[in-house]
């Protein structure tokens, strides 16, 4: 039996005012969730604090129960808020991040699958980031990740790439090159060699258009270049 309720209570159950009346009274649904939950509070009188949806109008709400008086006149009070708004929102946020989670999946699937060759270089020492199969076959199979460009591969300090990169990092104009020329390593240890590469890089921009690294991406045209030369001489 509802002995007293505030507007508020009125407000976000549109019951109007039951104050006198049973809850079997009021012509709704009879939500045996609330009321078992509240009869525990009546009869134990241990509070609880439960989020909950109703049965009657499905809205969600955040109660406080908790019993008032003598425990012989199993009173309790019932604070609560109506929080369907904040719960749909909560929802619809898991929802989105579970799809960018699935798109940032095969985001990665085609980064790391790609034939051209993709880098993400961050900050102004251009630390590797991110590197696919491509870029590990053009530089071989050496630690990049976590290292600065100058330090990932030190023969390529003095060939002006890390300049080309501080361009693009401070005016967000990409760089074009076409069959640049490059001496890498290709395994630890072992002597220079002269590759080709048609390169481009793209600013990588966050949050509100802040430059934050260089995206590096290309492919290796060393052996064509090599096939027209050979035609032309």
């Known amino acids: 039996r509802f002995i007293e309720v505030n507007p508020a209570f009125m407000r976000q159950t549109g019951l109007g005012d039951p104050s006198g009346k049973l809850r079997s009274e009021l012509g709704r649904e009879f939500d045996r969730f609330w009321m078992e939950t509240y009869g525990r509070v009546a009869l134990t009188g241990e ?12 809205r969600w709400y955040d109660v406080y129960a908790f019993r008032i008086g003598r425990p012989s006149e199993r009173r309790i009070a019932v604070l609560f808020n109506d929080v369907t708004a904040a719960r749909n929102s909560s929802a619809e946020r898991d929802r989105l991040l579970r799809a960018l989670e699935v798109e940032r999946s ?90 080709f590469l048609d390169l481009v890089y793209l600013p ?16 290796d045209v060393s052996e064509q270049v090599r096939a027209r030369r050979e035609v032309e001489r």
Not at 205 to 212: L, N, P, T
Request: charged residues 30%; glycine residues 10%; hydrophobic residues 40%.
């Open 204 to 219: 990588l921009v966050e949050g509100d258009d802040e430059r934050v690294g260089v995206i590096a991406h290309g492919t």
């Open 47 to 58: 509070p609880i604090r439960v989020e909950a949806p109703t049965a009657s109008n499905g």
């Open 106 to 195: 095969r985001l990665e699937y085609v980064f790391e699958k790609a034939p051209a060759f993709l880098a993400v270089l961050r900050g102004p020492d251009h630390v590797f980031a991110l590197a696919n199969d491509a870029y590990y076959q053009l530089v071989g199979k050496r630690e990049l990740i976590g290292k600065p460009l100058g330090e990932a591969l030190p023969e390529v300090r003095e060939q002006g790439f890390e300049k080309l990169l501080d361009q693009v990092l401070e005016t967000g104009t990409p760089y074009v090159g076409r069959e640049v020329s490059v001496r890498i390593s290709r395994t630890p240890g072992a002597a220079s060699e002269e590759r």
